[in-house]
């Protein structure tokens, strides 16, 4: 991050903090605490991940002594976690605790942001873990004994005057070291996916309870392979919990998920059956197939033709967009097509068939975009 106005000390640290934190944490907020220094920047806000959602925490530095600890001001809905803390925080001797952390404070170490955010945040579950065991809800404390011993649960209780009280679950699902499955995958991490579960809080158990609110969600790195929004969850029987639910939801993601794979190479086999008729790729997406550009032409007409070939292929066919090499639009960038989805395609075709199908459609095609470019050229 820019370190303009932030003291080296402070800057040092919110630099380790972005880089070495687990989770993808943000600052945003910046401000100055000083009345004769205006300019420079000690405190801010910190965005952390929680639960599938976000909490804001302000740390605030005293620029005149960047070397000492921040005080930390929780959201205004967390009020009472500042005395969670205090009667727990450092029980049966945790050295690792954040009261020690502050009070061991060394400003000069860059990693110390980092420790007591990773200790807070711990804290931070235990304290909605310790909210949720004390709802009054039957069928909710029943959900949670079934599910404790999963690693990773973390879990949010929220309420408030203007909406009714819920329960909010992000359960880690399957563990399948995608990154593996994906020879040269770049993802410094494999992909998580997690199932939100959320609860409206009731007071008594019903044996035929209705289904809780789900959601697949996962990281942004996963849609390189596999939509999250294309899989349909399994159905919530009556009756169901959490326990008997989650072995039928990993089973069938993990299921899909070995599919998605599986098509890298059938992507693959596609571009590599276009080079015969169009020649060899000027660009192309060596690890998942997802993209590749080929140079076409029509007389001494040129353009280049840019697949966009989805997740869903071949049962959904290639976007193709056309760009010429020749026509400028009147802000100087080459003039290209609207993206063309309609022309002749099968997923039962092989892939030699689909490159064919494809390079016999554009022959008549680039006579219209031919057209198109200079229509609009002659407008401009």
């Known amino acids: ?24 944490v943000k600052i945003e907020h910046l401000w100055s605490g000083s009345k004769f220094s205006t300019g420079v920047i000690d405190r801010f806000t910190i965005v952390i991940p929680y639960c ?21 001001i929780f959201g205004a809905e967390d009020e009472n976690f500042l005395s969670f803390l205090a009667r727990n925080d450092g029980v049966e001797g945790n050295a690792n605790s954040a009261k020690n952390c502050l009070s061991d404070w060394n400003g000069k170490d860059p990693t110390r942001l980092m420790v007591l955010l990773q200790q807070l945040r711990d804290q931070y579950m235990n304290y909605q873990r310790k909210r949720v065991d004390e709802v009054d809800d039957d069928r909710l404390k029943f959900e949670v004994s079934t599910i404790a011993f999963r690693e990773g649960i973390e879990m949010h209780l929220s309420s408030g005057a203007e909406k009714p009280e819920e329960v909010k679950f992000a359960v880690p699902l399957t563990e399948m070291n995608i990154d593996k499955m994906v020879h040269g995958c770049p993802w410094r991490h494999s992909p998580k996916i997690y199932l939100q579960v959320i609860y409206p809080v009731g007071r008594k158990y019903v044996s035929a309870s209705s289904a809780p609110r789900l959601k697949l969600l996962s990281t942004s790195d996963l849609k390189s392979i596999f939509s999250i929004e294309d899989f349909k969850l399994p159905p919530w029987l009556d009756g169901m919990c959490m326990a008997e639910y989650l072995p039928h939801l990993e089973e069938s993601l993990e299921k899909q998920i070995l599919e998605a794979v599986s098509l890298i190479d059938v992507r693959r086999r596609f571009i590599e059956s276009l080079a015969p008729l169009f020649g060899r790729p000027l660009e192309a997406d060596p690890i998942f197939c997802r993209k590749a550009t080929f140079l076409a032409g029509s007389g001494a007409f040129t353009f280049l033709v840019h697949f966009s070939i989805s997740t869903q292929f071949p049962k959904q066919q290639p976007g193709l967009m056309l760009q010429s090499s020749q026509h400028m639009n009147s802000h100087g960038v080459p003039a290209k097509s609207p993206l063309i989805t309609e022309y002749p395609w099968s997923p039962r075709w092989e892939t030699s068939v689909m490159a064919e199908k494809i390079f016999e459609f554009l022959v008549d095609e680039a006579l219209n975009f031919k057209r198109y470019c200079n229509e609009a050229q002659l407008q401009h």
């Open 52 to 72: 599938l959602d976000f909490i804001k925490w302000d740390f605030i530095y005293n620029s005149e002594s960047p070397i000492s600890a921040p005080d930390v």
């Open 1 to 24: 991050m820019a370190s303009d106005g932030v003291p080296p000390i402070i800057a040092a640290q919110l630099n380790y903090l972005l880089s070495h934190f687990p989770l993808s």
